[in-house]
């Protein structure tokens, strides 16, 4: 029941109604009419870093904090009256100021790596849909086939010899004339 009600309550006061504001501000500003105060952004950002912050705790509060919904909806509505910028002035702020060079080193290294992979995702895709031919300027290339080994009976396996072959011809599976004699 009360997991419902703090269902609702989150979305309507932490999502919604400050969701609309921001989207406000945003036509406001794009449009030039009635623009919001530099205190009401400022009163709208610290709620989306309390809210951020909110969140990613919860996942961890949830088993420990007893009557959890119930204590949710009264945190909500305590953030809403004015706790986001207690929560933020007081908790927040100080631990970002305090780690923002770990924090921004941290976000750098995460966009190199994301860089990286990006790069490797886009070669790998690019050599998957190429064309074979247009790659190597058309000329086929020589591999090397292993022969294909056929145990007999009462003799240890080996592999024999290598066979060089161009992959525009077709390898047969049959033994040379050669390789038949030696088997006998």
Not at 8 to 29: D, H, I, S, W
Not at 58 to 70: G, I, K, N, Q
Not at 154 to 162: E, I, Y
């Amino acid at each position: 029941m009360f997991g419902i009600l703090a269902f609702v309550v989150e979305t309507t006061l932490m999502m919604l109604e400050p969701m609309y504001q921001t989207f406000k501000g945003l036509e406001a500003n794009e449009t030039g009419e009635g623009n919001l105060d530099p205190e009401d952004w400022r009163r709208l950002l610290i709620h989306w870093i309390v809210y951020g912050a909110f969140r990613a705790v919860e996942s961890l509060a949830r088993p420990w904090v007893p009557f959890y919904d119930v204590v949710k909806i009264g945190t909500i509505v305590w953030l809403r009256s004015g706790g986001s910028d207690t929560v933020y002035q007081t908790i927040i702020r100080p631990f970002l100021v305090e780690h923002e060079p770990d924090i921004d080193q941290w976000i750098e290294q995460l966009n190199r790596t994301r860089d990286t992979v990006m790069s490797a995702t886009a070669a790998l895709s690019s050599a998957v849909t190429a064309d074979p031919d247009a790659i190597n300027d058309g000329e086929s290339e020589e591999m090397t086939i292993p022969e294909p080994v056929i145990p007999s009976s009462g003799s240890p396996v080996a592999a024999g010899p290598a066979v060089t072959a161009n992959p525009a011809e077709p390898v047969s599976g049959e033994l040379n004339e050669e390789q038949r004699r030696k088997d006998q």
